[in-house]
Structures are given as structure tokens and as C-alpha cells.
């Protein structure tokens, strides 16, 4: 059976890990009869937004391993528990949170950086050539980790895509129910809610990105 890491940012598309994209791969890896298990980096939020009302709160602070262990059902792990050895693959699922949480892509765009503890854990499986996938905004992180040439995908946002190249990767325009493959890397990325209308679309693109990266492993 398959051992596969999934990496979440929080809990809510504006501040966090995508839900429904999450709970698809976490789905997907079940349906395929992978196990999981899912980490997250313990520290804080850039920020916490109403996902009622769109706004920032001003004063609340929250936990990106506090929030991501409700997508988990508590079972999670910081990302400094990763034992490199008992996975076979990572999948990193989107939402703000992914550009917010584990690099600033949200805020600096192509000057971004990813986040010292995230950069180790997602390095871990690039370093043992095991394949790592990677959903809607969360590929942005691909050039930086795995240098000039990287392949992915973020749909077919113009800005986005063209940012992608300026850090050193090769952007490829993919429909919701695609996945782009770097067979090179193992790297396989999907645009889901970067261009989905519902949560059907976003599985169709999710479903293929799981089946890959286990393929791949």
C-alpha cells in the first residue's frame, strides 16, 4: 500500500487549504488504496479572514496546524515530524493559504519565497525522487523548489502564468480536468478551483493529479 503525505495550509479557501480540494485528495488516496497522512507547519497565518463576509479580522490570530487538524480530523503532524521514509509521495492541495502560508506568493508575486519549515518538508521528497503533486495556486512554489525549467500548471490565468516563468519555470495552459506532468521532477500539477465552476470539475482534475502521483511512486 501506498504512503502518501498531504500537506495543508489551514482550514478555508481565503487564509487556508481549499476544503473541498483538500477532502478530494484526501478521498481520491482512500479510493485508490493509498493511505494518508496529512502535516502542516506550525505557525501563524498571515492573517484570518471572514469567509462570510470576505473581510480581515483585525485582531484574531490563528494557527496554520491548529486550523489544517480540523480538515484532518486531528490525525495531523507538524511538518517537523516527517519521516522521509514511510512516504512515497506529498500531494499539497490549494487555496489562499498555499500562497499565503506556506510562501508570500500573495503578496510579492514572482519574488516570492517559501517558508523555512515548508521549503524542508516539500525538499525531503524532491531530494529522494519521490513525486509530488501539486493543486490549483499551490504549484507557484514549483520553480523555487525545484529550480529553472520546473514544469507546472496553474490553469490559464495570464498573470499567474507569466510570474511562473519569471521564476525560472516553464508554464504549460491546462483545462480544469487536466494535469501537466514533469516527468523529469516526478512534479505533477492541476488547476482545480484556479478555474473550476463546481466541485465536480474540481474532482475530475484532482482524481487524475492522485491516480498520477501514484503512479509516479
Known amino acids: 500500500m501506498k504512503n502518501v503525505a498531504v500537506l495543508l ?6 487564509d487556508g487549504s481549499e476544503i473541498h480540494e483538500a477532502v478530494l485528495t484526501l478521498l481520491g488516496l482512500s ?15 498571515l492573517h484570518v ?5 470576505g473581510e480581515v479580522a483585525q ?18 503532524k507538524p511538518t517537523t515530524a516527517l519521516k522521509i521514509a514511510d512516504f512515497d509521495a506529498l ?5 489562499f493559504g498555499a500562497a499565503k502560508n506556506l510562501c508570500n506568493f500573495a503578496l510579492v508575486g514572482a519574488d516570492c519565497e517559501v517558508s523555512a519549515e515548508v521549503r524542508d518538508f516539500i525538499s525531503e521528497f ?11 495556486i499551490a504549484p507557484v512554489m514549483i520553480p523555487k523548489l525545484y529550480g529553472k525549467g520546473a514544469i507546472g500548471t496553474i490553469g490559464t490565468d495570464k498573470g499567474t502564468g507569466e510570474a511562473f516563468c519569471a521564476m525560472g ?18 512534479v505533477v500539477s492541476t488547476p482545480a478551483y484556479m478555474l473550476a465552476g463546481s466541485i465536480a470539475e474540481a474532482h475530475s482534475g484532482i482524481e487524475k493529479l492522485v491516480n498520477k502521483v501514484l503512479a509516479l511512486a
Open 59 to 76: 485582531t484574531e490570530k490563528r494557527n496554520v496546524l491548529v486550523e489544517a487538524a480540523r480538515i484532518a480530523r486531528g490525525n495531523i
Open 31 to 45: 479510493r485508490a488504496g493509498a493511505s494518508y497522512q496529512c502535516f502542516a507547519p506550525d505557525i501563524d497565518q
Open 91 to 95: 500531494i499539497i492541495p490549494g487555496g
Open 9 to 14: 495550509a489551514g482550514c478555508g479557501v481565503f
Open 126 to 136: 524532491a531530494l529522494a525522487k519521490k513525486p509530488v503533486g501539486f493543486i490549483c
Open 169 to 186: 519555470g516553464e508554464h504549460k495552459d491546462a483545462q480544469v480536468d487536466e494535469i501537466i506532468v514533469d516527468e523529469a521532477n516526478k
Open 49 to 53: 479572514v471572514n469567509h462570510l463576509t
